[in-house]
């Protein structure tokens, strides 16, 4: 039942994603990404609500739950914060990075067939795992909008204003806004979940997984810090939260 | 009763003949009560802006209508054949037609402007309130307004800027977003530049400054728009702070260089900044363009954008024209 779920939900958001593509192709808005975003949303929350009750814990215990996670994460975080930009644009965006994620979260062999009951299991861990993963949501949206930026950027470099993308994407200014706000909070969010994975009770062997998040971590720092104290192109910015996503997922091959 | 139209407009009289017409807003209510002393005239509507004056009558007869209007213009305003020969004449269906095209923009000077819409809704106002309406003409111009909005939502008759400020105001706002907390800086007093700038005002830029090589012409401008003068050696520090330029000296060569702009980047912490360069030559080297944060348009750029929205409108007229002969068929209309 819960794979059928994820399967749903990554048929919703494939469709919104379509359809949304479609209507900004012809150059008008898509009104209805959101209501196919939301519905996906509901999805993943049913899928996530089931395997959660079966490991009686917080659902991050393999690697399609991991990724199940992100995109909920990720969806969440689009639904929240949508209305500050053309909420339709950003979803036509985001719906093909949650079909990814949860198209791999499908694939044979990363979700547990039979998920285990968790045995003895630590608030703090919990938080860690929780917490780290909805930064990453945060963090994913960041890297969307910084494409939208890096598109529109394109487009009004090289002086082509004809497409329906072009009239359909927000303004420069929002989307550096968008960005960096995003990255504040994912990067809030992801010192709190590196906070409590060393209040967790460890068990010896390999600290790739940690040196890889603190690694990340401190890359997020610095692009804030840099940004905050000297300023930075937006292409640059939009650069590193996309390039910075995308190295920060290595942390994922070590859990 | 049946539906007539008499008007002139941009196209048909030349500016000393329609200024004779012309109603001034205020009058257009009295103006529309005293057709109905014209003999056969049920109903009246005057509609006059700065590029056209008709009116809009439901009479006995739609012929007879518009012979005894002509007359009482020729009384009041010396009509004569010469003048008369500038007017164009609508009845019935024609009538209903013509007035449906004028609410969508189709009969504009600048076409699908959405101006007139609110025009001629005020003039309707003005019409039924001096009782000067009824039955016919209530039910044209309501229906009017339907068709009107019809085409302007169906097709894209008012999509994209068809004037060189517009263009840059609209690419101000793709950047920018919302004009409010932008600031403006124009180089060279020149009448473009004047436009250009108050377009950006008019959409909500918070501040302008004005630089010049004369400083008191300068300063007259920046007094005309509610913004600062600048003297001509101190633009570069102002460049720190605007997030729009809008150049158009008479200068023989560049004034602002890739080296200009390198300089303020660091204290601007790399904002993005948009330069629209009006003037021939061009004031602003292309190189600046090359510029991560910088957006730079020229004048052809802009002006091949409005044309490219100029020729966009053009195709939409037929489907625009489809849509108004379809819903008056449907309408069966009362006069027509």
Redesign the interface.
């Known amino acids: 039942m819960d794979r059928y779920l994820l399967i749903f939900s990554t048929l919703l958001a494939a469709v919104g994603g379509v359809l949304g593509m479609l209507s900004v192709h012809r150059?008008v808005r898509s009104r209805w990404t959101v209501a196919w975003m939301a519905a996906a949303f509901c999805s993943q929350l049913g899928f996530l609500a089931l395997r959660g009750e079966a490991r009686a814990a917080c659902p991050l215990r393999d690697a399609g739950e991991i990724l199940a996670y992100l995109a909920w994460s990720l969806t969440l975080f689009y639904l929240a914060t949508g209305p500050a930009y053309r909420v339709s644009l950003l979803g036509v965006f985001t719906a093909p990075v949650v079909v990814v994620f949860q198209t791999a979260a499908l694939l044979p062999g990363k979700l547990d067939l039979v998920p285990l009951k968790a045995v003895g299991t630590d608030p703090w861990r919990e938080t860690h795992a929780a917490l780290s993963v909805l930064s990453y949501g945060a963090l994913a949206l960041a890297g969307v909008a910084g494409v939208m930026f890096l598109v529109?950027d394109h487009q009004?470099?090289e002086?082509h204003?004809?497409s329906g993308l072009?009239r359909n994407?927000?303004?420069?200014?929002?989307l550096?806004k968008s960005t960096t706000r995003l990255l504040w909070l994912g990067t809030l969010l992801l010192t709190l979940g590196i906070a409590a994975g060393f209040l967790m009770p460890r068990a010896g062997g390999s600290h790739a997984h940690l040196i890889a998040a603190v690694a990340s971590w401190a890359g997020y720092v610095l692009l804030l810090g840099v940004n905050a104290a000297?300023?930075?192109?937006?292409?640059?910015l939009s650069l590193a939260a996309v390039g910075l996503f995308l190295l920060s997922l290595t942390v994922f091959a070590f859990v | 009763m049946e539906l007539a139209c008499l008007g002139l407009n941009h196209r048909t009289a030349p500016v000393e003949v329609r200024e004779r017409f012309a109603v001034g807003t205020p009058k257009l209510g009295e103006a529309s009560h005293e057709l109905l002393a014209l003999a056969g005239m049920g109903e009246g509507v005057v509609v006059s802006t700065c590029n056209r004056t008709e009116f809009y009558l439901a009479a006995e007869n739609a012929e007879q209508g518009l012979r005894e209007l002509e007359r009482s213009l020729a009384e009041r305003h010396g009509l004569t054949p010469e003048v008369a020969d500038h007017f164009y004449r609508f009845t019935r269906i024609d009538a209903a037609e013509h007035l449906c095209r004028v609410v969508s923009g189709l009969d504009s000077m600048v076409l699908g402007e959405t101006e007139i819409f609110g025009q001629v809704k005020q003039a309707y106002h003005a019409a039924l309130h001096a009782s000067a309406t009824g039955g016919v003409l209530n039910r044209l111009f309501q229906r009017a307004f339907g068709v009107g909005k019809k085409v302007r939502t169906e097709t894209r008759i008012q999509e994209g800027a068809t004037s060189i400020g517009n263009v840059a105001v609209d690419l101000a706002e793709k950047i920018f977003g919302h004009l409010e907390h932008s600031e403006v800086m124009i180089l060279g007093a020149g009448e473009m530049s004047r436009l250009t700038a108050q377009a950006l005002v008019s959409r909500g830029a918070r501040s302008i400054f004005v630089t010049n090589r004369s400083y008191e012409r300068a300063v007259d401008l920046a007094e005309a728009m509610g913004g600062s003068a600048v003297r001509f050696d101190e633009w570069q520090k102002v460049l720190e702070r605007v997030d729009v330029v809008i150049s158009s000296t008479g200068a023989p060569h560049a004034l602002v260089h890739r080296a200009d702009v390198e300089k303020v980047r660091r204290a601007r912490k790399f904002r993005p900044l948009f330069f629209i360069d009006i003037a021939v030559p061009r004031d602003i080297d292309p190189a600046v363009g090359e510029i991560e944060e910088v957006y730079l348009y020229d004048i052809d750029t802009l002006e091949s954008l409005a044309e490219e929205a100029r020729v966009r409108r053009q195709r939409q007229i037929d489907e625009c024209e489809r849509i108004i002969t379809a819903e008056l068929a449907k309408l069966n209309l009362p006069g027509t």
């Open positions: 150059g529109l009004l470099k002086h204003l004809k072009f994407l927000p303004p420069v200014r929002e550096l000297r300023g930075m192109t937006g292409r640059r």
